[in-house]
């Protein structure tokens, strides 16, 4: 069974730096997009980050842009997020999520607020805690 794993969440002071990595396991994946969600406690989900798997481009959410960088290993079907000059606001649940090859025909942005369910895998979540 495919699953998405990812390491790297942690407590660090306002300013520090954490790398999120996300790897493919199970199976392999030919994917569309991969990247980031995050849910901080009593908001919505947000999304972060996320990089197209054929020809690399990126999306940053502005209130991450200049600080967090997404890039992937395709031939390791695997994703990193660096998030430096980190922030108390950036505290949550990162989530990092896969969209399968095929399903930008229903879903062609993968940043859109409506593009959620187009994610099939997820992984479990990983807690990353900024203190001022």
């Known amino acids: 069974q495919v699953q998405l794993v990812e390491s790297g969440g942690g407590s660090v002071q306002a300013g520090g730096s954490l790398r999120l990595s996300c790897a493919v396991s199970?199976?392999?994946?030919?994917?569309?997009?991969m990247g980031w969600f995050r849910q901080a406690p009593e908001k919505e989900r947000e999304a972060v980050a996320f990089?197209?798997?054929?020809?690399?481009?990126?999306y940053t959410a502005d209130s991450v842009e200049g600080r967090f960088t997404i890039s992937q290993d395709n031939g390791q079907n695997t994703v990193y997020l660096q998030m430096d000059s980190l922030k108390p606001e950036d505290t949550a649940i990162y989530y990092c999520?896969?969209?399968?090859?095929?399903?930008?025909?229903?879903?062609?942005?993968?940043?859109?607020?409506?593009?959620?369910?187009?994610?099939?895998?997820w992984g479990q979540g990983t807690q990353v805690t900024v203190s001022s």
């Open positions: 990089v197209y798997s054929r020809g690399g481009a990126t």
């Open positions: 199970g199976g392999k994946v030919i994917t569309y997009c």
């Open positions: 999520a896969a969209m399968a090859w095929g399903m930008q025909y229903q879903f062609p942005s993968c940043s859109a607020a409506t593009s959620s369910p187009g994610f099939g895998y």
